[in-house]
């Protein structure tokens, strides 16, 4: 539900200007004011689950989401539709933040982990997919207003169902981390880069206005793991990076997503603008990639990652990855789904439903019952902010480009594919980076949690 929302918005973006009056550049606040709470509060509420429990997080942030998604289907005003977007995002980034914290300490054997991170990644990008056939159907059929009103009966569902079903727990009490200045850096912090990231469209990346705030943003940050490595109690305990494959993991996950979510957003520009697919088609057209995902993270990937490790079953879903987006990044103006854009999702799909089982297992290989919480919150983190770069970098990218070609006499149909084109090429370059580090940086299991200094002969451990 939460993932959905970030997608379904967006097919329905111009019904809402035309019933509430937004202008082109307001009316991608509708989203961006979704997303800079969304990231900037993933860590804090992370580590809050951590103190008091998952579970309450959880349904409080439930909760939250699903009266916000209320308030955003009786909207008569941008004002308050804005203003209810924002606290949806803070209730999405509350949910969010523990969901695989929760996942992980209810599933501590390896493959029953394996497999349920499988279904936390299956349902993670099959909610980014089912938001533009949703999306399209709701709006279509009815109006925009009920992409909000379908979010209501799931999120009481989910609360009375949360409620009876998850063991309750304590936490480790707002004694053992309340850093309230460490809250304060952090949150303002990724609130800033967010809102710089995404706001660049307008302003570009060279302009004052980026540069200040992005700095500003910056700074923070320092400021914050400046205090986590002196603080008694700190909001994010930097053990937690000490895993050269948490680190990795987290790092690589952030680039594949930087060019994997963004083909998201381009290929639903192409279908439409270039093909010419309304919004239901679109949606249609990009299923198939749910469902690769859905029939490798639910079924082949747990049992590939208990087998080999997670990091043997990422480098080939890397692979996959990038050579889909390097195939359309050959999509012609006069193209066909079935022969351009068709062959290139299937390996897409595959490719990400082997990598980022293997990303979550990695990410949180390390985390202990007391920190499960915080790294689910920075897996999420990086996912966020590896979205909204790709997509902010992305697009522009491909703007710039149909810009310059349509300078040059181009037709519309040719200036815009040939910027898509660019913009898949340079999303399949940065995923061929976050391949090479993971070549590079992890290692398997065994070798990352059993050092050389503490290997003994095998002679000798059989003595013992």
């Not at 590939?304 to 195939?327: D, E, K, M, Q, T």
């Not at 919150?377 to 966020?384: A, K, L, S």
């Not at 480009?401 to 340079?426: K, M, N, V, W």
Request: with cysteine; proline share 4%; aromatic share 6%.
């Amino acid at each position: 539900m939460v993932i959905l929302d970030g997608t379904i918005v967006n097919v329905a973006l111009p019904s809402i200007q035309q019933d509430l009056g937004f202008s082109s550049s307001g009316l991608a606040w509708v989203v961006n004011i979704y997303l800079v709470p969304f990231g900037g509060l993933l860590l804090l509420a992370g580590r809050l689950g951590d103190l008091v429990g998952r579970k309450r997080v959880f349904i409080n942030g439930v909760g939250v989401f699903t009266a916000a998604s209320l308030l955003c289907g009786v909207s008569q005003d941008l004002a308050v539709l804005l203003a209810s977007r924002f606290v949806q995002g803070i209730g999405g980034a509350v949910t969010s933040a523990v969901t695989l914290g929760m996942v992980v300490t209810l599933f501590p054997q390896p493959k029953e982990r394996a497999r349920a991170i499988g279904v936390y990644s299956f349902v993670q990008s099959a909610g980014g997919s089912m938001g533009l056939l949703a999306g399209g159907v709701l709006t279509q059929t009815i109006s925009w207003h009920w992409i909000f009103f379908v979010n209501v009966p799931i999120g009481i569902v989910a609360v009375l169902l949360a409620g009876r079903v998850l063991a309750s727990e304590h936490g480790v009490g707002l004694g053992k981390g309340t850093d309230v200045v460490g809250a304060l850096l952090v949150t303002s912090a990724l609130m800033l880069g967010v809102y710089t990231i995404v706001e660049t469209t307008d302003y570009g990346w060279t302009s004052a206005h980026t540069l200040g705030i992005g700095a500003a943003a910056l700074a923070l940050l320092l400021a914050f793991v400046a205090r986590q490595a002196k603080a008694a109690q700190p909001l994010l305990p930097l053990r937690v990076f000490r895993s050269r494959n948490v680190s990795g993991a987290m790092g690589i996950q952030a680039l594949m997503v930087a060019g994997m979510f963004s083909f998201q957003f381009l290929c639903v520009l192409y279908l439409q603008k270039v093909l010419g697919f309304d919004e239901i088609h679109t949606g249609l057209g990009i299923f198939p990639v749910s469902v690769a995902i859905g029939a490798l993270s639910l079924g082949l990937s747990p049992r590939l990652i208990a087998r080999f490790s997670p990091r043997a079953v990422l480098l080939p879903g890397l692979s996959l990855i990038a050579a889909g987006l390097a195939a359309l990044g050959r999509v012609p103006a006069d193209g066909s789904y079935a022969v351009d854009v068709l062959p290139a999702l299937l390996p897409l799909g595959i490719g990400f439903g082997l990598a980022m089982p293997s990303l979550a297992t990695l990410a949180m290989s390390a985390a202990t019952p007391q920190d499960s919480g915080i790294a689910s919150g920075m897996f999420n983190t990086m996912q966020q902010i590896g979205s909204a770069f790709g997509l902010a970098v992305l697009s522009t990218l491909a703007t710039s480009h149909t810009d310059a070609l349509l300078g040059e006499g181009a037709s519309t149909a040719s200036a815009l594919a040939g910027g898509y084109q660019l913009a898949f090429r340079i999303g399949a370059c940065i995923v061929a980076v976050a391949l090479l580090l993971a070549a590079t940086l992890l290692r398997s299991p065994a070798t990352a949690q059993r050092p050389a200094a503490e290997t003994k002969p095998v002679a000798e451990n059989a003595t013992r």
